[in-house]
């Protein structure tokens, strides 16, 4: 009888010995630039739950504390991109908040091509529905109704209809595109309290871009925002060029853009470190103004947004690799935390072809609770995941990504962050 049990226990400790030796250790490649990486370590700030009630405080939400692992096989005939591209904001549009009494007075609005969408909506409360037949239109020397003046209109029902998220008592018109261009003046009797004025021109050739350097930076890091005007793809010269930061508690403050050789404008953006612990995105407003060919004001606005993270964790620098034969390959990610969350890393696999060149072989995802200090997420590709591959190594790992799920933040993002052969 014991000798059939030192058996078993005999074969678990060579399987054992034997996995031992299939483990190697190795370090992440030197961050690129373009990499987010946290140079500091802080706990996100916890704010205490308010009770709805007198007499029973509201239930927390749990974080489930349970590994979970998931991988897939990828085409190999599809390029991927190793770091996200940021988001271009593209706008043909610019607004004004204006008072009644400008639109009673006449409210001076511009535009460059035949067309153009005019939207208001009310602020801070339905003021009614403002009535086509009772607003003027005045372009070129001759004054019309808005009935007269557009080719198209819709209310509030109807924009929502649409699926467009609009406050009550809110309207669009569509200018007549046989008025043609430059100053329209209009005039709203009935106009009470105050309005988003919403330019609209979809088939101009003058195009605003606004976009980021990145779409998230850790805490204490700067983002770069770059504002191009251009008509027809062409760039065109601003004439000048304005904006603010707003952070995700309502916080705003003006930015100061720098001119380009090129004529773009740029601003470096840090935010303020008092404001850049609250969830949400930090939003860059621009607005623009320009002049065309035929001597026409140009204006134009856009609005693109950021994401901080304030980083409690990041990767350590090391990886375990285990190799399991025909069953699949483990790395053993390793993270540094100063706090206690539900963290995850991710990644691309990348195998070599028989030409030599490098392809996307399966990408995986593992998320763990970790304890604030040291400690490692497994990081599988499952045999599923790798089976009938022809890639080869030496491999490399690429996009890797550490992630606070219960704070919902990006910590860390390398494009390509290790080179190995199991």
Same mark, same amino acid.
Do not use: C
């Given at each position: 009888?014991?000798?059939?049990?030192?058996?078993?226990?005999?074969?678990?400790?060579?399987?054992?010995?034997?996995?031992?030796?299939?483990?190697?250790?190795?370090?992440?490649?030197?961050?690129?630039?373009?990499?987010?990486?946290?140079?500091?370590?802080?706990?996100?700030?916890?704010?205490?739950?308010?009770?709805?009630?007198?007499?029973?405080?509201?239930?927390?939400?749990?974080?489930?504390?349970?590994?979970?692992?998931?991988?897939?096989?990828?085409?190999?005939?599809?390029?991927?991109?190793?770091?996200?591209?940021?988001?271009?904001?593209?706008?043909?549009?610019?607004?004004?908040?204006?008072?009644?009494?400008?639109?009673?007075?006449?409210?001076?609005?511009?535009?460059?091509?035949?067309?153009?969408?005019?939207?208001?909506?009310?602020?801070?409360?339905?003021?009614?529905?403002?009535?086509?037949?009772?607003?003027?239109?005045?372009?070129?020397?001759?004054?019309?109704?808005?009935?007269?003046?557009?080719?198209?209109?819709?209310?509030?029902?109807?924009?929502?209809?649409?699926?467009?998220?609009?406050?009550?008592?809110?309207?669009?018109?569509?200018?007549?595109?046989?008025?043609?261009?430059?100053?329209?003046?209009?005039?709203?009797?009935?106009?009470?309290?105050?309005?988003?004025?919403?330019?609209?021109?979809?088939?101009?050739?003058?195009?605003?871009?606004?976009?980021?350097?990145?779409?998230?930076?850790?805490?204490?890091?700067?983002?770069?925002?770059?504002?191009?005007?251009?008509?027809?793809?062409?760039?065109?010269?601003?004439?000048?060029?304005?904006?603010?930061?707003?952070?995700?508690?309502?916080?705003?403050?003006?930015?100061?853009?720098?001119?380009?050789?090129?004529?773009?404008?740029?601003?470096?953006?840090?935010?303020?470190?008092?404001?850049?612990?609250?969830?949400?995105?930090?939003?860059?407003?621009?607005?623009?103004?320009?002049?065309?060919?035929?001597?026409?004001?140009?204006?134009?606005?856009?609005?693109?947004?950021?994401?901080?993270?304030?980083?409690?964790?990041?990767?350590?620098? !090391?990886?375990?690799?285990?190799?399991? @034969? *025909?069953?699949? %390959? #483990? &790395?053993?990610?390793?993270?540094? /935390?100063?706090?206690? $969350?539900?963290?995850?890393?991710?990644?691309?696999?990348?195998?070599?072809?028989?030409?030599?060149?490098?392809?996307?072989?399966?990408?995986?995802? !593992?998320?763990?609770?970790?304890?604030? @200090? *040291?400690?490692? %997420? #497994? &990081?599988?590709?499952?045999?599923? /995941?790798?089976?009938? $591959?022809?890639?080869?190594?030496?491999?490399?790992?690429?996009?890797?990504?550490?992630?606070?799920?219960?704070?919902?933040?990006?910590?860390?993002?390398?494009?390509?962050?290790?080179?190995?052969?199991?």
């Amino acid at each position: 009888m014991n000798k059939i049990r030192i058996l078993p226990i005999a074969a678990a400790l060579t399987m054992m010995v034997a996995g031992a030796a299939n483990a190697s250790d190795h370090s992440l490649l030197a961050a690129q630039k373009g990499d987010l990486v946290p140079q500091t370590l802080r706990a996100v700030p916890t704010a205490p739950v308010k009770s709805l009630s007198t007499t029973a405080a509201p239930a927390k939400p749990t974080v489930d504390h349970r590994p979970v692992h998931v991988s897939w096989k990828l085409d190999a005939s599809r390029k991927l991109e190793a770091a996200p591209k940021p988001f271009d904001r593209s706008s043909r549009e610019y607004w004004q908040d204006v008072s009644a009494d400008e639109l009673h007075r006449g409210l001076e609005l511009r535009t460059t091509t035949p067309g153009a969408l005019i939207r208001l909506s009310p602020v801070g409360g339905d003021f009614g529905r403002l009535d086509p037949q009772r607003m003027q239109v005045t372009h070129g020397g001759r004054t019309l109704t808005g009935a007269e003046a557009m080719s198209n209109s819709a209310d509030t029902a109807q924009l929502r209809q649409a699926g467009m998220m609009v406050s009550d008592g809110s309207m669009v018109m569509k200018l007549r595109p046989d008025l043609g261009t430059g100053p329209v003046t209009l005039k709203a009797a009935d106009a009470k309290g105050r309005y988003v004025v919403h330019v609209f021109e979809p088939k101009s050739p003058l195009v605003l871009h606004a976009q980021t350097t990145r779409d998230t930076i850790a805490s204490g890091q700067s983002v770069r925002l770059n504002v191009h005007l251009r008509d027809a793809g062409a760039n065109q010269a601003m004439d000048s060029v304005g904006g603010f930061l707003v952070a995700p508690d309502g916080h705003t403050r003006d930015l100061r853009y720098q001119r380009n050789a090129d004529g773009s404008y740029s601003v470096d953006v840090t935010p303020d470190a008092d404001h850049a612990t609250r969830r949400g995105l930090w939003e860059l407003h621009t607005f623009t103004s320009a002049t065309d060919a035929s001597g026409h004001t140009v204006l134009r606005d856009a609005t693109t947004a950021f994401a901080v993270s304030v980083t409690n964790a990041r990767l350590d620098g !090391s990886v375990q690799v285990q190799a399991r @034969g *025909k069953k699949g %390959i #483990d &790395l053993q990610i390793g993270v540094e /935390a100063v706090q206690a $969350s539900r963290y995850a890393v991710s990644g691309v696999l990348y195998g070599h072809a028989a030409d030599g060149s490098l392809k996307p072989m399966a990408y995986a995802q !593992s998320a763990n609770w970790l304890q604030a @200090g *040291k400690g490692s %997420i #497994d &990081l599988r590709f499952d045999a599923g /995941a790798l089976a009938g $591959s022809a890639l080869r190594p030496p491999y490399e790992l690429h996009d890797l990504k550490l992630v606070d799920q219960a704070h919902m933040g990006i910590l860390e993002r390398r494009a390509v962050a290790l080179r190995f052969s199991p």
